[in-house]
C-alpha cells in the first residue's frame, strides 16, 4: 500500500485546520439559519444608572413596550405620579376618583419648587393608563428629545456614604402621539414636555426604579 506523501499530509492537516476554524465560527458567531439556544448574554440592565432609567422611559414609549415602563417601578408598588400644580382647581372640582388626596411637599426634592402640596395617583392607576395609551396608539415619537442634563442629577447619600436616591430634571421636550379613534381615523396629538421631575430609589437588585414623577406641565 502506498503511504501518502508529504504534500498530501498537507491538505489533510489544512482541511483539519479550515474545518475547526468554520466550526468556530458557526457556533460563536450570529447565524439568522442557525439562532443561538439557551439563554443570551446581556450586559447590565439600563437600570443600573439614573440615565438609564431616563433611556429606559423613552424607549418603552417609542417602542410601546408596557413590559418597559413596569419595570421602572417599585416591586413594592409605592411608585406615586404628582399632577401638575396647574390643574390643582380641577381636581379639587371634578373629584376624580383616581387623583388621591395631596400630600405635603417633599422637603428632599429641590426641583419641584415651593408648592405646598401635590394630588397623586398611584402605580396602578399610573401603569392601567399606560397600557391603553400604548394600544391605541399607533405611534409615539420624541420629535423635540428633552434635555436631562446629568450635571444636575442630585446624589442624595446617607450616613453610611451610600447613595440611596437621586432626583433628576427633565425640561423642553416634545412627543408626538398618533393615536387610533377607530373607523379609519387617526388623531395626532403633540405633548410638550415643559418640566417633569423624578425621584428615584434603588430596589434590592440595586438598580434604580422610580420612586416618584411630578409632572409641572400647562398643558391639559
Keep these: ?28 458567531c450570529r447565524n439568522p439559519f442557525f439562532p443561538q439556544l439557551g439563554t443570551p448574554h446581556s ?21 410601546r413596550r408596557i413590559d418597559l415602563f413596569e419595570d421602572l417601578f417599585p416591586a413594592s408598588n409605592t411608585f406615586r405620579f404628582y399632577v401638575s400644580p396647574s390643574f390643582v382647581s380641577t381636581y379639587q372640582s371634578e373629584a376624580k376618583y383616581y387623583v388621591n388626596s395631596p400630600e405635603p411637599r417633599d422637603t428632599m426634592l429641590q426641583y419641584i419648587g415651593a408648592f405646598p402640596y401635590y394630588y397623586y395617583w398611584t402605580q396602578d392607576v399610573e401603569v392601567q393608563s399606560h397600557k391603553r395609551l400604548f394600544t391605541q396608539a399607533q405611534l409615539i415619537e420624541f420629535t423635540i428629545n428633552p434635555n436631562v442634563n446629568p450635571g444636575d442629577f442630585r ?52 438598580y434604580w426604579v422610580i420612586r416618584k414623577w411630578y409632572d409641572f406641565g400647562s398643558q391639559p
Design 43 to 63: 450586559g447590565s440592565p439600563l437600570r443600573a444608572t439614573p440615565r438609564g432609567v431616563i433611556t429606559q422611559l423613552s424607549n418603552s414609549y417609542e417602542q
Design 155 to 206: 446624589y442624595i447619600i446617607n450616613g453610611n456614604g451610600d447613595t440611596t436616591n437621586v432626583e433628576i430634571l427633565m425640561t423642553d421636550g416634545k412627543i408626538e402621539v398618533e393615536l387610533d379613534m377607530g373607523g379609519g381615523v387617526t388623531e395626532v396629538d403633540e405633548i410638550w414636555i415643559d418640566k417633569q421631575v423624578f425621584f428615584l430609589e434603588r430596589d434590592a437588585d440595586n
Design 1 to 28: 500500500m502506498k503511504s501518502p506523501g508529504r504534500k498530501s499530509l498537507l491538505f489533510r492537516a489544512r482541511d483539519v485546520a479550515l474545518f475547526m476554524v468554520t466550526a468556530a465560527l458557526v457556533c460563536h
